[in-house]
Every structure is written in structure tokens, then in C-alpha cells.
């Protein structure tokens, strides 16, 4: 099966950073209270940021490190029509995607399937480093690339947090036309600690199912799905509903929604795109404050 270009999660994980987009400044007036969160909000803010910047370091070491992508466009697997030719591929690739040359060692178990241990490495953007090893087998039908990743003890440290990782990930690569669709369903469970000090660790576990799209013809992106998490016993969810972004990595969504919430009922928080770089923050008082992204407008 050939695989064309799925965009990475880079601008999602920029956009569901509520922190960041709670507190940005805006042009517009605001409607509704614009005082600063409450404790619990702000708490809620702070858990979803720093498990949202674990599992995007898991979903870019892992899932798109290990698939065969390049530098240059992180999202695409590598394309084949047998298991023979997609270990040539994936093998090449996963060695020029982490830096430094040498860092990972990918051992081909049998056809399709690999242990990769990593050293220190890094991804394109130097950002994450990563330590441990993930094991990987896939398969390839006259539809669809499938993959299950799979890591105990898997150490990710990224400029906040760091997370030490044990589990495993389903992704599923299919074409119908010209659209590209990516399916991850999976779970990560461990300890999660700020990067700042690591000895202050937490129980941290995610639990994820997220499909996403790239349509070659109208350069459009889209993204939908959820995800369960907890954080020394505090549990929030994450869901994501007709996000969509045409046009570059970096370009305004066109619509979509994301909710934060407590598993408890006690804070919900409401992100709504409204199209160009407007956002709308929904607070748990059902007040609404308008924002500005930071991207990029036609």
C-alpha cells in the first residue's frame, strides 16, 4: 500500500496547550469575566499541559521516529507493498531520523519486526531525548499499514516533563482516494515528573483513540478522538471533535472544538475555533472569553 503525507501533531499539540491559549493575549473585547482561572482550572491546566507533552514526545519518537518517516515530513510512513521492502525503508529511515548518528540501534527480529534501542537520542527538533527500548511489528495488507509498538520502562524527557513510559500503541495507515487516515488506539501507563527535578515523580497513565486525516487534494488536515489520563490519581479527559487545519503546519484551524475535563465533575474547560486565528474559552461558569492564536492567517 503507497502512503502519502499525514501531518505531524505539532500544530495540535501547540493549540490544546491551555495554558498557553488561556493566557495569550487578544485584540478583541472579551465576553464574559476575563479574571484569571481559579485554582482548580488552573490545576486542570497544568495536568492536561504536562500530559499532552508526553504522549506528543510518544507519538513523535515512537510512532512517527519508528514508521519509517523522514525529517522532512515526520507524518509519512514508509510506503510498500510487502514487509521485505518496508524494512529496508524503515530501517534506513529510523537511523537518519534521531540525532546523534548512532544513537538507536534497530535489530530486525523477523519480517516486520524490530527492536529499537535508543540511547540519548534526540528527535528533528532536539527538543526530547529518549532512552529505553520499543519493540515493533508490523503488517501490510492491500489496504492498510498496521504497526503495534510496545515499550517497558521507555524514559522521554522533554523540555518540561519527563515520563517513563510503559505500554503499547496500534496505528493503522489506510488510503481511500485521495485521503490518507491515521488511526492510534493504545495506552501508556508509568510516572511522569517535571524535568526540572526528576526525583518528584507521580503515577501517570494515558489511554488514547484518535483518528486523523490528510487529504492530498485540498491540503486539509483534520483530527477527532480522546484520550483518559491521571496524574497522581487525578483524573481528566481530552476530547477532540472536527479539528481541521488546510494549508501548512502552522495555519489557522477552520473549525474544531477541545474539552478538558475533570473525570470528578469539578472543572470543565472549553476550547472552540472559530476560524482564522480566533479562539473562544468556554469556563466553567459557562462565561466566554474570546483569543487570539498564535498562527498563521491567509
Known amino acids: 500500500m503507497n502512503v502519502s503525507p499525514i501531518l505531524p501533531i505539532s500544530i495540535l499539540a501547540a493549540l490544546t496547550s491551555l495554558a498557553g491559549v488561556a493566557c495569550s493575549s487578544s485584540t478583541k473585547p472579551a465576553t464574559g469575566s476575563d479574571e484569571a482561572l481559579g485554582t482548580a482550572d488552573a490545576a486542570l491546566t497544568v495536568d492536561n499541559d504536562d500530559s499532552q507533552e508526553a504522549e506528543d514526545a510518544m507519538e513523535d519518537g515512537v510512532e512517527n521516529g519508528l514508521s519509517g518517516a523522514t525529517v522532512a515530513d515526520p507524518g509519512t510512513p514508509a510506503d510498500a507493498t510487502d514487509l521485505a521492502v518496508f524494512d529496508v525503508k524503515m530501517k534506513l529511515n529510523s537511523g537518519l531520523y534521531f540525532q546523534p548518528a548512532g544513537c538507536i540501534v534497530s535489530t530486525r527480529v523477523a519480517p516486520g519486526e524490530w527492536n529499537h534501542v535508543f540511547t540519548n537520542c534526540t528527535g528533528p527538533e532536539g527538543h526530547v531525548s529518549y532512552n529505553g527500548t520499543v519493540h515493533s511489528k508490523w503488517t501490510v495488507s492491500a489496504d492498510a499499514l498496521s504497526v503495534v509498538h510496545d515499550a517497558s520502562g521507555f524514559v522521554v524527557k522533554g523540555p518540561n516533563v519527563t515520563a517513563t513510559a510503559s505500554g503499547s500503541r496500534t496505528v493503522t495507515y489506510s488510503r481511500a482516494g485521495a485521503v490518507f487516515t491515521k488511526h492510534r488506539i493504545g495506552a501508556w501507563s508509568g510516572t ?107
Open 192 to 298: 511522569l515528573a517535571k524535568s526540572s527535578d526528576p526525583t518528584k515523580s507521580a503515577a501517570w497513565s494515558h489511554d488514547a483513540d484518535f483518528t486523523s486525516t490528510w487529504d492530498v487534494s485540498s491540503r486539509c488536515y483534520t483530527r477527532d478522538g480522546k484520550a483518559s489520563n491521571t496524574i497522581g490519581g487525578r483524573d481528566f479527559g481530552r476530547s477532540v471533535t472536527g479539528f481541521k487545519v488546510c494549508g501548512g503546519l502552522f495555519a489557522c484551524p477552520t473549525g474544531g472544538e477541545i474539552v478538558v475535563n475533570r473525570k470528578d465533575g469539578s472543572s470543565t474547560l472549553t476550547i472552540t475555533f472559530m476560524g482564522g486565528d480566533n479562539v473562544e474559552i468556554t469556563r466553567p461558569s459557562g462565561k466566554v472569553v474570546d483569543r487570539k492564536l498564535a498562527c498563521i492567517t491567509k
